[in-house]
């Protein structure tokens, strides 16, 4: 099917653990975005793509690696996972319009738990 | 940070009655835009506003931006219940800039 997709969409690792979430996309959209969402801190931007080979940071980037060696994939990698990235991580796609930022297509997110 | 904070952060209101949200950003802007969030799903997109306009309608929403103030309002009218969810505005960083930043949103809940 069409859209952006996510997965896994439930996980539990341990402390130290690499983690891998993964995001897909089928539209080609160039545009490709990570947040992760807190309770009182709303959605926060870890990382951003604008092509494939092109990433850059968000806000909270810290513990967090990417790549985008393809146009439809955002993997999101955390190195070594810390209770404090306990969160809900969703990944969205977009194209710009006339070189302003057209409207995000979310992911259902992934749901992060970290013993 | 050009986060935009929207207040209130929680509103209760009867099913038929209006609601109102207000966000407000810090820094100059090409769009902002409205997204709803239903409980355990992603977002979904509303509605865009431009800099240059200053209001837009979309069905029983109407968005309002005041680039002087630096605010915007997401008006629903004749709410339903199945309006309750979480509503969250996101500007960008001006022109050429393609991340969208988001504020930490407004839980509406519509009683039936």
């Known amino acids: 099917d069409a859209g952006i997709t996510q997965s896994p969409r439930y996980k539990i690792t341990e402390t130290g653990r690499q983690v891998t979430l993964m995001c897909h996309q089928t539209?080609?959209?160039?545009?490709m975005f990570w947040y992760r969402q807190d309770l009182g801190h709303g959605l926060r931007l870890i990382y951003y793509?604008?092509?494939?080979?092109?990433?850059d940071k968000g806000e909270v980037p810290d513990g967090y690696v990417v790549s985008r060696s393809k146009t439809e994939n955002f993997p999101l990698t955390l190195e070594s996972a810390t209770r404090s990235q306990t969160s809900v991580y969703f990944c969205?796609?977009?194209?710009?319009?006339?070189?302003?930022?057209?409207?995000?297509?979310f992911g259902e997110g992934s749901r992060l738990t970290v013993l | 940070s050009q986060q935009g904070e929207e207040d209130p952060q929680a509103l209760s209101i009867q099913e038929g009655e209006n609601a109102t949200m207000n966000c407000s950003y810090k820094?100059?802007?090409?769009?902002l835009q409205w997204y709803r969030q239903n409980s355990g799903r992603g977002l979904v997109h509303l509605i865009l506003?431009?800099?240059?306009?200053r209001e837009k309608h979309s069905g029983r929403l109407r968005v309002t931006l005041d680039t002087s103030k630096k605010s915007s309002s997401l008006l629903i009218t004749a709410s339903r219940a199945a309006d309750t969810a979480s509503y969250f505005c996101?500007?960008?960083?001006?022109?050429?800039?393609?991340?969208?930043?988001f504020g930490s949103g407004t839980r509406l809940l519509v009683r039936p």
């Open positions: 969205a796609s977009s194209v710009l319009r006339q070189g302003r930022t057209g409207e995000l297509f």
């Open positions: 996101a500007t960008d960083a001006g022109w050429g800039s393609y991340k969208l930043i």
């Open positions: 506003i431009r800099s240059n306009e």
């Open positions: 820094t100059s802007i090409n769009n």
């Open positions: 793509s604008a092509a494939a080979d092109i990433t």
């Open positions: 539209w080609s959209h160039s545009y």
